[in-house]
């Protein structure tokens, strides 16, 4: 999309998005600590489907729960503001 582009320089520069950087960022040293931890990278590891399913499946779970607790908190401050 040309949104993403530089269009004041005469050769197209790829704008720079801190908000992608900083994912970019935790993507690399989340896969450096997997690495350190399970000495093996995703690529090579060879888990079954299966499994890959089940992990998958365990962090949506715990996803879930992250975000229930924010929702409570959410509600306890707007409580605790109202006064009730």
């Known amino acids: 999309m040309v949104d993403y582009w530089d269009q004041t320089s005469t050769f197209p520069t790829q704008k720079n998005d801190p908000i ?3 994912v970019v960022r935790q993507f690399s040293d989340r896969s450096r600590i997997g690495i ?4 093996t990278t995703l690529a090579e590891n060879d ?3 299966i499994e890959w ?6 962090e ?6 992250y975000i229930e607790r924010a929702k409570q908190e959410i509600v ?3 409580q605790t503001k109202e006064g009730l």
Not at 36 to 39: A, L, R
Not at 53 to 58: D, S, V, W
Not at 60 to 65: E, F, I, P, V, Y
Request: aromatic content about 4%; glycine content about 0%; proline content about 4%.
């Open 20 to 22: 992608v950087n900083s």
């Open 47 to 49: 888990l079954p489907l």
């Open 60 to 65: 949506l779970m715990d996803a879930t729960l």
């Open 36 to 39: 350190e931890k399970y000495n």
């Open 76 to 78: 306890n401050k707007k």
């Open 53 to 58: 399913l089940e992990h998958l499946k365990q």
